[in-house]
């Protein structure tokens, strides 16, 4: 079965920390994605990513950089955390074209105090 | 971006009612995918469709794809509470890089 998992489900931060969001999957995906999910704005990509060390910004990358040192391994991080970064997060993975099934983690609730 | 219109936004139904989502752009897409998403997780893959006017069944739930690959609608047959959650639809364009989504329908089913 394949399985996308995220660090935590739940984080709370304060202004100015900065904060690591992790993602892991086990499906040997090329592809990753991280996405944030706020009411009313729906899912909007952040950064994503084609290949180990490889990364492209998305349509919101202000504020966030991204690392990816292992296939399986994509990390979202928040230099110095804003309160308008209290969102959902969302990370996901894609065998192939960016066309195929994405398969989602369960998300990171971010709140930034 | 290219932009896809979800509607409507919430629909609340009783147990046994019909239903239709739908998704609308001005833009042509390669293909578009249905996601549900349940309270608390991530959304999971419903349909994708690919050819205009393509229609597929899943079980109670119909999709459609517009002729002219602009539009789609998820139909769904006499609901049930399991069916409650937040419908998602997402486009891909041939020039694109990364799948768009619409904002959603959030669908509760009462019993």
């Known amino acids: 079965d394949v399985k996308v998992t995220q660090s935590s489900r739940y984080l709370v931060k304060r202004t100015g920390e900065k904060v690591f969001l992790e993602c892991v999957q086990d499906?040997?995906?090329?592809?990753m994605f991280w996405y944030r999910q706020d009411p009313g704005l729906g899912l909007r990509l952040i950064y994503f990513?084609?290949?180990?060390?490889?990364?492209e910004k998305g349509d919101i990358p202000e504020g966030y950089s991204v690392s990816r040192e292992k296939k399986e391994r994509f990390s979202l991080i928040l230099e110095s955390a804003s309160t308008n970064q209290t969102s959902m997060y969302l990370c996901?993975?894609?065998?192939?074209?960016?066309?195929?099934?994405?398969?989602f983690g369960p998300g990171t609730r971010l709140t930034v105090l | 971006t290219q932009l896809l219109e979800q509607s409507p936004q919430f629909l609340s139904i009783q147990e046994g009612e019909n239903l239709t989502v739908y998704c609308n752009s001005s833009?042509?897409?390669?293909?578009l995918q249905w996601y549900r998403q349940e309270p608390g997780e991530g959304p999971v893959l419903l349909v994708t469709?690919?050819?205009?006017?393509e229609v597929k069944k899943l079980k109670r739930l119909t999709f459609q794809f517009g002729d002219a690959r602009k539009d789609s609608s998820l139909h769904i047959t006499a609901a049930q509470p399991g069916d409650t959650g937040l419908y998602l639809c997402?486009?891909?364009?041939?020039?694109?890089?990364?799948?768009?989504f619409g904002k959603g329908t959030s669908l509760l089913v009462t019993p």
């Open positions: 499906m040997d995906h090329e592809n």
């Open positions: 997402a486009g891909a364009s041939s020039s694109g890089y990364a799948l768009n």
């Open positions: 469709v690919v050819t205009g006017g």
């Open positions: 990513s084609y290949d180990v060390k490889m990364k």
């Open positions: 996901a993975s894609v065998a192939g074209d960016f066309t195929d099934t994405q398969y």
């Open positions: 833009s042509v897409f390669s293909s």
